[in-house]
């Protein structure tokens, strides 16, 4: 008798084109059209995106980045993660001055940056009202979550932006272990990492290293939360613990 083969592998182009083309979150994807019909006045010329934002990097990336969600004059309107906001701009930064990133700014998708050995991703796929996603719009699209990170093989350091971030990340290893080893409660019954800026989570064996950061919100860069020496502090933290 013939072995079924195994199912192939998605791929990293596959898992991206499902992102956008979802329409699980009527709230989500109404007022990401809403923005970009109406603009801001800074864009009124700029033809706004308005889908959900898959991830952007390197397929090969060691280092994932998890944030909260697209902005709404940011991603939303470019159509890649982290690009077109101050927010955006800090970031690079900081990846840029440990050897992630080739430029220090992400403007708009065809500015030529491009990130090495890093990946970036968010929990939510579309720009929430007041950068608020309910919970439930967090676990519908925790789907996108599982198969994006699925598709990024040589993951090692995990850098979770804010505490939706990290709750997500830490809510992906809960739902993969139950799935693998359904009789296996290890993570659950363990206390639940708390997040700060600096944290790292207990290893885990055969899991990345996860690490927190401050989100590079304009709420936390613009009252000194978040500094620049801080947060490259934190990638440069990451790429010691790359093998």
């Known amino acids: 008798m013939r072995r079924a083969r195994p199912p192939a592998p998605v791929t990293l182009q596959a898992v991206r084109e499902a992102i956008v083309a979802c329409e699980a979150c009527p709230r ?6 809403r923005i970009a019909r109406e603009k801001k006045a800074a864009h009124r010329d700029d ?26 004059h940011g991603a939303n309107r470019t159509g890649r993660v982290f690009t077109g906001d101050g927010s955006g701009d800090f970031l690079m930064r900081a990846l840029h001055d440990n050897g992630f990133a080739s430029i220090p700014t992400a ?9 090495r050995d890093a990946y970036i991703l968010s929990v939510v796929r579309c720009a929430p009202p007041d950068n608020k996603p309910t919970p439930d719009e967090v676990v519908r699209c925790s789907r996108h979550l599982a198969a994006e990170i699925a598709a990024l093989p040589n993951v090692q350091v995990v850098v979770a932006l804010g505490k939706i971030g990290w709750d997500g990340y830490l809510a992906f290893l809960r739902a993969r272990q139950a799935a693998d080893a359904p009789g296996l409660t290890r993570i659950s019954r363990a206390p639940r990492p708390v997040f700060g800026h600096g944290a790292v989570a207990p290893v885990v064996p055969g899991q990345p290293i996860l690490m927190g950061s401050y989100h590079p919100s ?26």
């Open 218 to 243: 304009r709420q936390n860069t613009n009252t000194g939360r978040l500094t620049p020496p801080m947060l490259s502090a934190i990638f440069a933290a990451a790429r010691a613990r790359l093998k």
């Open 107 to 115: 403007r708009h998708a065809g500015d030529g940056l491009a990130l």
């Open 47 to 72: 033809v706004y995106w308005g889908k959900p934002v898959p991830g952007f990097g390197d397929p090969a990336a060691r280092l994932l980045i998890v944030g909260l969600a697209p902005a709404a």
């Open 28 to 33: 989500l994807r109404t007022y990401c059209q």
